[in-house]
């Protein structure tokens, strides 16, 4: 069994910063790719970055530039650096694992940018 556990939301303003962390526990395969999903309210949930175990990055068109994912393989950390943070980032930000066959979530951290 994963669990995945997500840290680092908040309150912050416009322009500010925030670091998510999610540790992953559990049976993990070694190849996997781990992700940040948000969902803002009355909005679908959507893919924010994807980092796969050799490094690999995408990023949604509307936090380049702005927002970091990095991971600790050995600790099956992932984080999120976000900077310039806006008001439309607000949201609810989920912890995504995929390992083959298999999609786990984390319970999710909010994250709110006030204007």
């Known amino acids: 069994q994963v669990q995945l556990v997500e840290s680092g939301g908040g309150l912050v303003q416009a322009g500010g910063s925030l670091r998510l962390s999610c540790a992953a526990s559990?049976?993990?395969?070694?190849?996997?790719?781990m992700g940040w999903y948000r969902q803002a309210p009355g909005k679908q949930r959507e893919l924010v970055a994807g980092i796969i175990s050799d490094g690999s990055t995408n990023y949604a068109d509307n936090v380049k530039g702005r927002f970091t994912i990095s991971r600790d393989n050995a600790k099956n950390t992932v984080y999120l650096q976000m900077n310039s943070l806006k008001p439309e980032d607000t949201a609810v930000y989920y912890c995504?694992?995929?390992?083959?066959?298999?999609?786990?979530w984390g319970k999710g951290t909010l994250v709110t940018v006030s204007s």
């Open positions: 559990g049976s993990i395969f070694r190849t996997n790719v």
């Open positions: 995504n694992l995929k390992v083959p066959g298999v999609n786990y």
